[in-house]
């Protein structure tokens, strides 16, 4: 069993609340843990937006305590009533997060039976200390990086073999797959793509996040190689242009990466265009059907192609300096 990074702050932060509450001779000091418990968040930017809401919402719900219970009495049916008024009005100032913080002091003002000035000044400093703690704490998060670039290296892995398999389904040399890659690169897009979001609500003052726009790059590409594998299979039969697509795409899984030498692919495709244009026209129904669905492919490929082209620079012009200076 794995233990996060978020349980284990949560397990520093609680207590450290309630014994700096009980420092400052807080009552009900055990009120100020629950509220830190409450108070912690998976990002930066949730805690700040967090800590804000629920200290607006503890306020409130210490107003209209003192409202409620020193108007109409200290009666269960008056927690019904106040809650009935509270809840919405933190609806209308979209404060929502803070209702189960503000729930504790509500409770606390009301088992005390009495509530005077220096009770809520008790009240302000109990918020104050959860919601503190909680914030203190969140401020650190420990950097997704790895995770970011770990994913990133497994989704490549994914793209090569699903690029492999189709130029083995072209051959009609594919009988053995499962096709497990698809959805493991399904599930990982969405997982790498939530990763980035948290990882950019860490980095407030980031507009713009390094990973957030390749993933939605794979993310399209890997729509368009959804879309390659119907037309692949079916293919009824060996085709002369067939043998060329199938090796185009072995190149193409063997060029999965972060950089972009997508251009080079694209001169090639448009080669292979052109041969296929030259080829003579198919006599059957069942070779024309094969030629229409191998051209299908070689537009949706340039589709995948194109996406990688514009998601950055490119490296052509890098790469042929490294050739000719010979360095790797």
Request: glycine share 4%.
């Amino acid at each position: 069993m794995k233990i996060g990074y978020r349980t284990i702050k949560t397990a520093i932060a609680t207590p450290s609340a309630m014994w700096i509450a009980q420092l400052l001779g807080v009552t009900n000091f055990v009120s100020a843990g629950i509220i830190t418990i409450l108070c912690i968040q998976p990002s930066r930017k949730q805690s700040v937006l967090s800590a804000w809401h629920r200290f607006l919402a503890c306020i409130l719900a210490s107003l209209f305590s003192f409202v409620f219970f020193e108007t109409l009495g200290y009666h269960i049916i008056v927690v019904g009533l106040m809650l009935a008024l509270f809840i919405p009005t933190t609806v209308w100032l979209k404060i929502t997060p803070g209702i189960a913080t503000s729930s504790v002091i509500i409770l606390n003002l009301y088992s005390a039976g009495h509530i005077p000035l220096s009770f809520l000044g008790d009240q302000f400093l109990l918020i104050s200390v959860g919601i503190g703690t909680a914030l203190l704490f969140n401020l650190y998060m420990p950097s997704l990086d790895k995770h970011l670039i770990a994913k990133q290296k497994q989704l490549e892995h994914n793209f090569q073999i699903i690029l492999q398999e189709i130029a083995l389904f072209i051959r009609n040399e594919n009988d053995t797959w499962d096709g497990k890659e698809l959805k493991e690169t399904e599930d990982l897009l969405q997982s790498s793509l939530d990763l980035v979001e948290i990882d950019k609500e860490n980095h407030m003052l980031r507009h713009k996040h390094p990973y957030r726009d390749y993933f939605h790059m794979r993310t399209k590409q890997f729509s368009i190689m959804k879309r390659m594998l119907p037309l692949v299979s079916k293919l009824p039969k060996q085709d002369p242009v067939a043998a060329k697509i199938a090796y185009f795409f072995e190149n193409l899984s063997k060029a999965v990466h972060p950089g972009n030498t997508a251009v080079l692919f694209l001169n090639d495709l448009q080669e292979l265009k052109e041969q296929f244009n030259k080829e003579a026209l198919p006599k059957s129904r069942e070779a024309f059907e094969t030629r229409a669905n191998l051209f299908r492919l070689l537009l949706e490929i340039e589709e995948y192609l194109k996406i990688k082209s514009q998601f950055k620079k490119s490296d052509v012009v890098k790469t042929e300096r490294t050739r000719k200076t010979g360095s790797i």
